[in-house]
């Protein structure tokens, strides 16, 4: 009997009147061939073989002995459940769907732009009435799961049987004696253990559930509630995602398909394995031809044209599917208490996006002579750190591993940034002389790339051209703690030992952390680690968390933000503006590693990752044997990384940071930038916003020229008067050691750099 009969539709559950659907196939069906809500009673005219065959067909055993094995089976099992029956539930809604997902969230991802991006956890659709689903599909999944539900009391003893018997002449687990209404029971009340007493407990509930809905309000139930993989619950939900249409509207074979899911749902999912589901929905047809339910024509049919996936719907879950797994797998971070629905507002740019997946597969599928590259991954921050695109591989469906955020690699020489910026902040400049030359460290013998030595240079050119040796050197001078220490405050929270390698990034770092900390270059110093969410919500509205302001810098009072990121104002403190984000790094260090980072593209060992006109700045990087490249760099809008390599870690060829990645990189930004004016990365005269700028944000004025006082025109001429002096006096000749020391830089060839990759 349907769920909304006439006659009980307005009474309390536990009134409803059972069913008295006969054994077999002898449901009512309207002329669209499905079942009726109304009660069909056995045909008193019906032949003594009619009810034989439909015994033999229903696998019932005969008179006495039947009547014995029921009885007996039936008193141990009361005697069994009697005390269980105590801890019944005393009040059943089980049409309420907070506890469908046993514990999950149902998540819906929104983009920047406030647009669906993708959706995780469980997906509930409609209740479907059981009169408006196919009645093959109905026939299949009681085939499958329960041939005898129509005529046991919650618990089959006989089909209990039969599986034992089964089970112990295949030496294992082959079949289950679990009925519908038990399957039932368990998910509407109980945790998915499986020891006895959870089986007994299930067994109670079951005989319970039979005494207060009918047969078809169980079986209903059972349709609307049961997992069927990829995140849906009921047969309205799989339709939807696995055929992009109503349960109403399926086929024989899309139904065959979806009633062999129950048993083994992740397993069986079609998105999972679609040979083994498409294998399992040819046994569900098998099935519905012994029961005898359905015309042999229609199943021949259902066999020869078998069910075809919808690749739309599933494809929109594909949508930044790196970036929502990431972002779902943080939630836990932000929000407490019980499963619920949310409403996830994310920083993802889908124009972006898509500009990235392009730009990377786009090289990936047309790799040069010689190059071996199986993966590849990009991340772009906007200059707050919220991240604007992620690709962690080349395809979601092959691989959900992500390597922007999951993969620890070394960056090589792309982390040298951090140990030129631990020296700027330690009193070395731009134009401090360094000498590139041999150096051994507790043993430890760097190496150039080209294996040559260039004598004395400036930090700078050591920067641009990636000079080993000088990254060592001043790495140890500064101290690798404190290089070490600075990576941490940047942000990279892989483990960093205080070795001499740390100086050429002969360490684990991933990819996102990498990027990020980048950005307080490109934002003035401040550390802005990468972020995703923007807001969480429930599907009411009620906001559960709120990133802070999207403002760098100090914010006036009465604006202060807790630990979750959440607006507070502390009484008798209000006064004290409360930064957003730490201070990493004096502005005049940021727009001097900058300065540095520019000359890398363009003189440097990053030239393929020019912008044009456009003012951009990066550093390359390349580990030993060409194992990993990549390309880190940042422009007046954007930070963005590229790496490359391989998942099983092995060599690449001639690929280095300097060439594939950089190409990359200059793809996806010369996209990304393709209608933004061209901007400097710092203004001359370069102040953080206000927030109330952010939107409309005013020309910044001119510092007004301060004319030198008296002071300062004597210390101007003192100072002509020293180099006059200096410039008139006659040179000293140099001593002889000084002569064997310095002989090798005289003569230098700085061709080598101008050819060099990284």
Known sequence: MGINDQDTGNQDMGEWPPNDRPPGNSAARDAGGRLSTAAVRPDPTRTADALAADARRSGRLGGGFRTMVISSVATLLVIMMLPLAMGLPAKFDPWSISSIANGDVNVTFLDSNGAHLAHRGYRQEETVPLAEMPSYLVEAVLAMEDRRFYRHWGVDVLGILRAARANFAANRIVEGGSTITQQLARNLYLDPSRDFGRKAQEAALAFWLEQRLSKDQILELYLNRIYLGAGAYGVEAASRVYFSKSVRDLTLSEAALIAGLPKAPAQLSPVNDLDLALERAALVLDKLEDTGVLPLADIELARATPAVIARQERAQDMRAAYFVDWVFSRLPMWIEGPPRELVVETTIDPDLQRMGEEALNTTLDDLPRGAQIDQGALVALDHTGAVKAMVGGRDYLESQFNRATQAVRQPGSAFKPLVYMAALQNGYTPYSGVVDRPITIDGWRPLNANLQYSGWMQMRNAVAWSVNTIAVRVADKVGFETVADFARASGITTPMPAHPSLALGAMGTKLFELTGAYVPYANGGYAAQAFGIARIRTVDGKILYERARKVIGAMPPPYREDNNGRERVAEGDAAKPVPLYEKLTTTADARTMTAMLKRVITIGTGRKATLGAREAAGKTGTTND?????????????????????????????????????????????????????????????????????????????????????????LRIYLNRLASALSSAAPLAPTAAEVATTSRSRGMDRSVFRSRND
């Open 626 to 714: 060409n194992r990993d490249a990549l390309f880190v760099g940042y422009t007046a809008d954007l930070v963005a990384g590229v790496w490359l390599g391989n998942d099983n870690n092995a060599e690449m060829g001639r690929v280095y940071g300097g060439t594939l990645p950089a190409q990359i990189w200059a793809s996806f930004m010369t996209n990304a930038h393709e209608d933004k004016p061209l901007r400097s990365i710092y203004k001359r005269y370069w102040v953080m916003p206000h927030p109330s700028q952010q939107e409309n944000e005013s020309e910044e004025a001119e510092v007004p020229v301060v004319e030198a006082g008296p002071a300062g025109a004597a």
